[in-house]
């Protein structure tokens, strides 16, 4: 027997507002989360069907969480150490500009672009370059840039 756990999400991506549910019955790692309705759509996306609405804002999310995951992972030169002022745990690791990217999307429905602005970073213009192309290869072109 299904018995189905709902949930609603509110991307920080758009203010979009869905309910999506999985089957509770299923062990975590063989759940699939599928969507059930578009309780708000935000004026950026209101040129999208309700069929597509889900999948598109999902997959703009997941860009932007991809994005930062690539950043990290092709400059690891960002990383410090610190002691946590809170804690008092000293080697912690954190990115240089944890605190200094900005990040926003532009245009409207299933064409929006990405953009990353990496504040106070030691990024050099190659190596944007560089993110740039494998984002690209990733994503499409239009779809992120690192400036």
């Known amino acids: 027997m ?11 991506t758009c203010g979009c507002k869905f309910e999506y549910q999985w089957d509770e019955e299923l ?4 759940r699939v989360s599928v969507w059930k309705e578009n309780l708000r759509t935000c004026p950026d996306h209101m040129g999208l069907t309700d069929a597509n609405l889900y999948d598109v804002v999902l997959g703009e999310n997941q860009r932007k ?8 992972t092709e400059v ?3 990383k410090e150490t610190y002691t946590d002022p809170e804690t008092g745990e000293p080697n912690r690791i954190r990115y240089k500009w944890q605190h ?11 064409t929006r672009l990405l953009t990353m602005v990496i504040r106070g970073s030691v990024v050099s213009s ?12 990733e994503f499409g072109t239009n779809k992120v840039t690192i400036t």
């Open 27 to 30: 062990a975590v790692r063989d």
């Open 100 to 110: 200094g990217i900005d990040w926003s999307f532009s245009g409207s429905d299933d």
């Open 76 to 78: 690891p030169d960002l």
């Open 126 to 137: 190659s190596e944007r370059t560089r993110i740039n192309n494998l984002l690209r290869t």
């Open 65 to 72: 969480n991809i994005t930062i995951v690539r950043i990290e």
């Open 2 to 12: 299904v018995t189905w756990h709902l949930n609603r999400w509110s991307p920080d």
